[in-house]
């Protein structure tokens, strides 16, 4: 009768292929579906810190079934993707699992002030970049019947936003990036979803977390008063990775300490 209980978040079995999985919240996503059973590819655009994370993971999982592969690529070059992807093929087998989660934002300020080419980065890696791996991954996923997609937005891109207006563009053309998807490959059984984190402890925001005053004006007004950690993004994501999640898709999960609606 615990049957049912042990399998609803297993991956046993699965492949995930992780963008910016070398830290943050790509690389706690990682952690997670290998614990729950994954093989997961750990990538991004240095190849010995991608295989530090890789050596943590299958060091921990010694004796289980999930574990961890280095499979570094500039997400910017299509060439890089492909190659990411016909390596993961050649080493796993497949790829059942794709979780987009590289992203830049070169540029803080006034979308008056923004340079062109700021602006074409943030949309080439955020959006475009996406698009491409996407669409690498869904003709295994189209004749399997089976897939997930997940992208990482984030909640900037369900508001405006006076200083990271082009990041937040982005993410919200990331969701909507989701629900085409979704609707195009559903008959095919693939779903694909998003997750939009608030303020979550990585690198990425450490402009927004490291003084504890910014810390504090940007979280006090929020439901639980705090900064999320990376893990507590990783489990939206093995959900939506799992059965639990397989009649969920087109939906952006927001994991934001309800700093969204407030």
């Known amino acids: 009768e615990d049957c049912m209980a042990s399998t609803l978040f297993n991956l046993t079995g699965k492949v995930a292929l992780i963008t910016g999985s070398s830290k943050g919240i790509g690389r706690a996503i990682a952690e997670e579906m290998a614990r729950h059973g994954a ?3 750990i990538s991004s655009r240095k190849g010995d810190i991608c295989q530090e994370v890789a050596d943590a993971i299958n060091a921990e999982l010694a ?21 990411l992807v ?3 093929r050649a080493g796993l087998g497949k790829v059942d699992v794709l979780v987009c989660n590289a992203a830049v934002n070169p540029y803080y300020g006034s979308m008056q002030d ?14 475009k970049s996406n698009h491409w791996l996407v669409n690498l991954v869904l003709p295994e996923m189209i004749k399997r019947k089976d897939g997930s997609i997940i992208i990482v937005s984030s909640v900037g891109g369900m508001k ?5 207006g082009a990041y937040c563009i982005s993410k919200a053309a990331d969701v ?14 693939i779903r694909v979803n998003s997750i939009s984190p608030g303020l979550v402890r990585t690198d990425f925001a450490r402009a927004l977390w490291e003084n504890p005053d910014i810390l504090k004006a940007r979280t006090e007004g929020d439901p639980l008063q705090r900064i999320g950690e990376p893990r507590e993004i990783a489990g939206a994501a093995v959900y939506l990775a799992s059965s639990a ?14 700093s969204t609606i407030t």
């Open 176 to 189: 909507q990036l989701v629900r085409n998807l979704a609707v195009e490959y559903g008959t095919h059984n």
């Open 160 to 164: 405006g936003s006076p200083v990271l």
């Open 114 to 127: 923004l340079p062109d080419d700021a602006f074409d980065k943030i949309l080439d890696i955020n959006i």
């Open 39 to 41: 093989q997961v590819v």
């Open 86 to 88: 016909d390596k993961t």
């Open 245 to 258: 999640g397989s009649f969920t898709t087109g939906q952006n999960i927001v994991v934001d300490g309800g």
């Open 63 to 83: 004796d289980e079934a999930g574990g961890a592969t280095a499979i570094p690529a500039h997400v910017g070059r299509k060439e890089d993707l492909q190659e």
